[in-house]
């Protein structure tokens, strides 16, 4: 399996026809603590994985900031007051602005 830890150590293990891999002819002491390391590495692995997940998160937290537009709210607000006008004001004053 592509999943398999494998040691960093140099085993001398012996070769048979019948081995399937590495930890089977560990004894049985030698696989426990491979194994107690291997996910101790794992656990790692995921905690800086988390860790640069969430400095990743961060930063880009703080580009979306820093890289918004100030002014947006103000120009909404002058489009809304020109439309509340246009809709607000009688039909006659709309013909006298245009004709003059």
């Given at each position: 399996?592509?999943?398999?830890?494998?040691?960093?150590?140099?085993?001398?293990?012996?070769?048979?026809?019948?081995?399937?891999?590495?930890l089977s002819t560990m004894s049985?002491?030698?696989?426990?603590?491979?194994?107690?390391?291997?996910?101790?590495?794992?656990?790692?692995?995921?905690?800086?994985?988390?860790?640069?997940?969430?400095?990743?998160?961060?930063?880009?937290?703080?580009?979306?900031?820093?890289?918004?537009?100030?002014?947006?709210?103000?120009?909404?607000?002058?489009?809304?007051?020109?439309?509340?006008?246009?809709?607000?004001?009688?039909?006659?004053?709309?013909?006298?602005?245009?004709?003059?």
């Amino acid at each position: 399996m592509c999943s398999t830890p494998k040691p960093k150590r140099r085993v001398n293990a012996k070769k048979t026809n019948s081995t399937v891999g590495i930890l089977s002819t560990m004894s049985s002491e030698k696989r426990l603590s491979f194994a107690e390391c291997a996910n101790q590495a794992s656990d790692r692995r995921i905690e800086a994985k988390r860790l640069k997940r969430e400095e990743q998160f961060r930063i880009n937290k703080l580009t979306v900031k820093k890289t918004r537009p100030k002014n947006i709210k103000a120009k909404t607000n002058i489009n809304q007051s020109w439309l509340f006008w246009l809709l607000n004001t009688p039909f006659s004053e709309l013909m006298r602005k245009l004709v003059s």
